[in-house]
């Protein structure tokens, strides 16, 4: 008898390095640091069946360059044909900044957990957002504003450094069409600037002491993305309004190298950001260590 | 399971049955300013050279089911031109062509690959690069003798049932063989084997009785994940942070460390271009550093705690094992003498 051993194939995994050819169809830039790519599937049939949920992200590779994960920035409605903002901040991310229309990328996911829109329907939401948080954010909000008539209130708090670096601003008088709440606050005020100055946090407070928040605690969901000094600070005056710790969502950031629950870079305690975020609810966050 | 018995002389035609294959076992390195040897995992080629006696290995043998490097992918680039840097094509490639042997293996070590099995062929993605090469591995277990460094009977570790095709425990001048796969048993039928009586079991069973005395090294494991959670904040990690060098060898050494990174290079005629995985340690400075310059785990102490987080208490809540195996290699190889009985121990007696 031969007791040789033969060399078997995998049993599974085939999709494990499994990208979707891409094209860069489109780059307007937004500010001096971010650009939105647009980027498309290029098979038909890939970017038709190519569904996501609001928060979901990706991860764009540039062949020789590198790979690295970027949350979806476009309406779910939109499938395979995705638009993706991104702030020119590494090795990568410079690169991207060079490229022009019709570069081919590699696109896998989508990846990782939702903002559950589909949850808060009858119910008022919050969104909120300091600087590039609103990247993840526009996502959920145009998917709100796809079917408006199945919320109640919808109200959003937008926080940038400076009003040149305030993202999508062109969109802003479209979101207010459909009945939003929006709110813009800068840190720093440039000549022009007519809004208010201060940080996210004095809106949340003003209007905690104008008794506006006193109906959070019938019904509200938030959905909060930011830097990560922002979630503590913005989150704990939601509680103060009680907004139920549940119902507050962030998104948390981690430098990913697979988005496949693999390489564990993204772990928080025994947490993946990939598999189980980037989308947590706060109670999960309050129960990690090191989450924010 | 099936146990036969041998004798010690047919271990010879066991290893020259195997060898039509690729076999890896420990073999001696060298020695240490003590005249110890030392030991490595590494591909034996004669019978003389693979040491059964080894106490352990300085490294796991874990570059043949997780290499150090290894590429995910092969880019080809097809430049037509147009200036938009043309198109490219993907190949993705397993890199297992033949079976490999695992021969020697102590029950730490195979208890190991049980617990990456967990991790890195279950959930959404199983890793096929790891998963071929454990489809294509044939183990051969083999008794320890406990050093006073290993504490994997705290660990539960300290024996193997399953994760292996074949397990020997030497009796004086035969082998005890513990069989669990169809291959192993029909490579037995080839060697002179016999099933054993039972004063050959009584045997067996006095070796392992002595085995049991020899543990010194001990780790309390109950109640850890609530103590990690308890005193996650205590003082006593700053002072294993000044102590750490971040430097990454316990990782380099572990053999359940599986954390990576991943980096493209590029051929020196742009006409190819490589996305390479990398094992990575926790302890780096970069480990958890994002875009931006932010790093979520900036001192040492919380890299450090971050291992032992992952290891004791975040795998544990997600698998219901610890993914620490008690080999003692990162304490035996730390610079800083840092053991983890000592940490878990310093961390127990936390009083804040």
């Known amino acids: ?292 | 399971m099936l146990f036969k018995v041998f004798p010690a002389a047919e271990l010879i035609r066991l290893f020259e049955l195997l060898a039509a294959d690729r076999i890896v076992g420990p073999v001696k390195k060298g020695e240490d300013r003590y005249g110890r040897s030392l030991y490595d995992f590494d591909v034996v080629h004669d019978f003389s050279d693979l040491h059964l006696d080894y106490e352990q290995t300085i490294h796991s043998a874990k570059n043949y089911f997780l290499p150090y490097r290894e590429d995910l992918c092969t880019f080809t680039f097809q430049d037509d031109g147009s200036g938009d840097g043309g198109d490219w094509h993907k190949e993705v490639d397993y890199g297992v062509y033949a079976p490999l042997v695992l021969f020697g293996l102590h029950p730490c070590d195979i208890n190991a690959l049980n617990k990456l099995d967990k991790v890195l062929l279950g959930g959404r993605y199983p890793n096929p690069f790891y998963g071929e090469k454990r489809a294509n591995m044939f183990i051969v277990g083999h008794s320890c003798s406990p050093q006073p460094f290993c504490f994997c009977k705290s660990m539960g570790t300290d024996s193997a049932i399953r994760g292996f095709d074949l397990f020997l425990t030497r009796m004086d001048d035969l082998y005890f063989a513990e069989i669990l796969s169809p291959r192993a048993f029909h490579l037995l039928e080839q060697i002179d084997c016999h099933d054993p009586d039972s004063s050959e079991h009584r045997h067996y069973m006095d070796i392992m009785e002595a085995r049991e005395s020899l543990f010194i090294a001990h780790v309390d494991t109950s109640d850890l994940t609530k103590i990690l959670d308890l005193e996650f904040q205590a003082s006593v990690w700053e002072e294993w942070g000044q102590k750490c060098l971040s430097c990454g060898t316990c990782a380099q050494v572990c053999p359940t460390c599986y954390c990576y990174g991943v980096e493209e290079r590029v051929d020196m005629d742009f006409t190819r271009a490589y996305k390479e995985k990398q094992l990575y340690s926790c302890n780096l400075l970069d480990f958890a550093s994002v875009a931006g310059g932010h790093n979520f785990r900036p001192e040492s102490h919380t890299r450090l705690k971050y291992r032992y987080y992952h290891k004791h208490r975040g795998f544990v809540e997600a698998f219901e094992e610890s993914l620490c195996v008690g080999c003692g290699r990162c304490g035996q190889s730390c610079l800083a003498r840092i053991t983890v009985p000592e940490v878990i121990a310093s961390v127990r007696a936390s009083k804040e």
């Open chain 1, 1 to 292: 008898m031969n007791t040789n051993l033969e060399c078997v194939q995998p049993v599974s995994g085939e999709e494990f390095e499994y990208s979707y050819k891409a094209e860069i169809t489109n780059v307007y830039p937004l500010t001096r640091m971010e650009k939105l790519y647009q980027i498309q599937l290029v098979d038909p049939m890939e970017r038709e069946r190519f569904i996501f949920r609001p928060g979901q992200f990706v991860m764009l590779e540039l062949p020789g360059i590198g790979e690295a994960p970027f949350s979806i920035t476009s309406s779910p409605v939109r499938h395979g044909d995705l638009e993706l903002c991104i702030r020119a901040v590494g090795n990568m991310t410079k690169f991207l900044d060079r490229v022009g229309r019709g570069t081919r990328v590699g696109i896998s996911g989508p990846f990782g957990t939702h903002f559950p829109v589909e949850k808060m329907e009858g119910e008022d939401i919050l969104l909120i957002a300091g600087g590039l948080g609103i990247a993840p954010l526009r996502s959920p909000i145009l998917a709100v504003l796809e079917t408006r008539s199945r919320y109640g209130q919808v109200d959003i708090i937008y926080g940038a450094r400076r009003p040149s670096e305030l993202l999508f601003d062109y969109e802003y008088a479209m979101w207010r069409q459909f009945d939003v709440g929006l709110d813009i606050i800068v840190d720093q005020a440039e000549p022009g600037w007519q809004g208010p100055v201060g940080l996210i946090t004095e809106i949340l407070k003003e209007r905690i002491a104008k008794g506006q928040t006193d109906r959070f605690r019938e019904g509200t969901s938030a959905i909060v993305c930011g830097p990560p000094v922002m979630f503590r600070f913005v989150c704990d005056l939601l509680i103060a309004a009680q907004v139920p710790v549940e119902k507050i969502f962030v998104s948390l950031e981690r430098r990913m190298h697979c988005g496949r629950g693999k390489c564990c870079r993204c772990n928080i305690g025994s947490t993946y950001t990939c598999l189980d975020g980037p989308v947590f609810d706060y109670w999960s966050v309050l129960n990690l260590k090191e989450a924010i």
